[in-house]
C-alpha cells in the first residue's frame, strides 16, 4: 500500500516548495518537469530517482495513479534535472516489482517497510550539463 493520499496533499503543499532546493544535485531525488494532461500547465515535482545506465526509475510512493505519473505517461516522457543535469526522458512505462530490484539495497528496505512495489522507468535520450 503506497503512502496515504493525505500525506501526498501535504507534501504538495509543504514539502514540495522546499525539497526542489536540494533535489536537483541530492543523490537518489531529481525534479521531474512534466506537463498537465488537462490544463496543459508545468508542473516540477521532486522524486526519488535511481539512474543505472540510460534507464532513470522513480519509486512510485504514492502509488501509480500519481497526477504526475499519469501526465508523464500521457505525453510519453518529460524532463528530469539531476545531479546538475538536465534529462530528457522518453518510452516512460510502469513497472510492478515487489522484490524492488531496480533500487539500491538500503532504499529497498525502506520501500518495502512503506509497502512501495510500483516504479516508473523511463530512458535518457538526452543529457545536458545545468
Not at 522513480?58 to 543535469?85: D, H, I, K, Q
Not at 512505462?93 to 538500503?106: C, G, M, S, Y
Amino acid at each position: 500500500m503506497p503512502l496515504p493520499k493525505a500525506l501526498a496533499r501535504f507534501n504538495k503543499r509543504v514539502t514540495n516548495r522546499i525539497t526542489p532546493r536540494v533535489a536537483g544535485w541530492a543523490p537518489g531525488f531529481a525534479i521531474i518537469e512534466h506537463v498537465g494532461r488537462k490544463s496543459g500547465r508545468t508542473y516540477r515535482t521532486p522524486v526519488n530517482a535511481f539512474r543505472e545506465g540510460d534507464t532513470l526509475t522513480f519509486a512510485l510512493t504514492y502509488g501509480p495513479e500519481s497526477e504526475w505519473v499519469r501526465n508523464v505517461l500521457a505525453a510519453s516522457g518529460c524532463r528530469a534535472r539531476m545531479r546538475r543535469a538536465t534529462l530528457t526522458l522518453t518510452e516512460p512505462r510502469l513497472v510492478h516489482d515487489e522484490e524492488r530490484r531496480r533500487v539500491p539495497a538500503l532504499v529497498r528496505l525502506a520501500l518495502r517497510t512503506m509497502k512501495v512495489d510500483y516504479f516508473l522507468e523511463v530512458k535518457v535520450a538526452e543529457e545536458r550539463a545545468s
